[in-house]
């Protein structure tokens, strides 16, 4: 009787063990080979992106070292850094960073580390990228390059503004676009000597209040769009300048529908109700104030931005006066990005994960040698501060 008690009881234990959520306080190292971290990788990248309002889209060069907490029935929080590579799309465009191209040596490539806190939940279908930081630089120009390109600095200032203007100006003359743009950011700025100067500029753009028929002399004058349905694009200007005639200007602009604009049009095909009133065609001429309050009704799935920054350092022996580097935790100096016991919107019956300070430690499954571009590993091989912590 006792042995049969004794086996109920074990039974009971067993099944009570087995159907109960178990939470996994502790943090593990995980492979940066397994196919689900590699995926939550890739996830993570495309969701810094597509967070990112300023600069360029990111690619994915190594996977350098990853953990993972568990959450939950069937929760993981991701714990990742990545070496990243600057690309020549402009994160405006929004596309996919597989598909855009990583600039060519002779170009001076943009390098750094991503951290990255994301929590996914495949049962539920839940992809949540909490916090990240980025640490980005420029590589060094070799020395006594003569004729390579270099980035232009404060010195060649008035010539670069003079390639914007000119350039902006042509795409008007060009493109009659419905309104006038107006410069929003110089992205990047390069010069090269050849029997004169040649100049590559390149630089976003917003919609303006004044139609394009407004004369030049008087569009700086133009206001930006305060709409989330003004367009935006991204520029790119090329101006020769020889050493006595006028120079050659060259500009080729993409520009961007709103993103508001493409909600707007799924909603009117799902056929619900907005509160902004426009025409199929969507022209956007812009010439009337608007409120756009937008009361959706729609059952969208519940969004909370990332908590991200990207910081910027000279190229590789130049003066550093910022204090961010890629050791600083992406969780933040001891501080959870979510509190505790707050109900997950996505997942009934749970709380949303608190994100950790970022670990410190390397996982020991994540291989130091990368494969790929040699001129990239190079540059990350170089550069004692993205090397991986001891």
């Not at 993570?44 to 060069?61: C, M, P, V, W």
């Not at 070496?83 to 002779?106: A, F, G, H, Q």
């Not at 070799?142 to 350039?167: R, W």
């Not at 349905?229 to 120079?247: M, N, S, V």
Request: glycine letters at 6%; hydrophobic letters at 35%.
């Amino acid at each position: 009787m006792k042995t049969c008690v004794l086996l109920l009881l074990l039974a009971l234990g067993c099944v009570t063990i087995n159907g109960a959520p178990v939470e996994h306080g502790g943090m593990e190292p995980a492979s940066c080979e397994d196919a689900s971290t590699k995926a939550a990788a890739e996830l993570a990248l495309t969701k810094i992106n597509q967070d990112r309002k300023e600069g360029y889209i990111f690619s994915l060069h190594h996977l350098s070292n990853a953990h993972i907490n568990r959450h939950g029935e069937n929760g993981e929080v991701f714990y990742l850094t990545l070496d990243v590579v600057e690309t020549n799309c402009s994160v405006l465009s929004k596309r996919d960073w597989k598909s855009c191209d990583i600039r060519p040596m002779e170009n001076i490539k943009v390098y750094g580390q991503c951290k990255a806190a994301i929590f996914i939940n495949k049962v539920h279908r839940v992809e949540r990228l909490y916090k990240y930081s980025c640490v980005i630089r420029p590589g060094m120009v070799m020395e006594f390059c003569g004729g390579c390109p270099y980035l232009a600095d404060n010195n060649e200032e008035a010539e670069i503004q003079k390639t914007v203007t000119h350039s902006l100006e042509k795409f008007h003359n060009q493109s009659r676009p419905a309104n006038r743009f107006t410069v929003l950011k110089i992205s990047r700025a390069t010069a090269q000597v050849v029997a004169g100067t040649n100049y590559d500029v390149e630089y976003t753009i917003q919609e303006t209040t004044c139609p394009h028929t407004t004369e030049a002399v008087t569009a700086e004058n133009c206001p930006p769009m305060d709409c989330e349905f003004a367009h935006k694009g991204f520029c790119k200007a090329t101006r020769y300048q020889p050493l006595f005639d006028e120079g050659q200007v060259n500009v080729d602009c993409e520009i961007y529908e709103p993103e508001a604009s493409e909600r707007e049009k799924q909603l009117h095909l799902l056929g619900v109700e907005t509160e902004h009133t426009h025409d199929d065609a969507h022209s956007h001429s812009h010439l009337h104030e608007h409120e756009h309050s937008h009361g959706h009704r729609l059952g969208a799935t519940p969004h909370k931005d990332p908590e991200g920054i990207v910081t910027v350092l000279p190229a590789l022996g130049q003066p550093v006066t910022l204090p961010s580097f890629p050791d600083v935790p992406a969780g933040g100096p001891g501080v959870a990005v979510t509190l505790p016991l707050k109900p997950d919107p996505q997942i009934p019956g749970e709380m949303e994960p608190t994100i950790k300070p970022f670990p410190s430690s390397v996982s020991s499954q994540c291989p130091t040698k990368v494969g790929g571009d040699q001129d990239v590993v190079k540059l990350f091989a170089n550069d004692p501060i993205f090397k991986p912590a001891a």
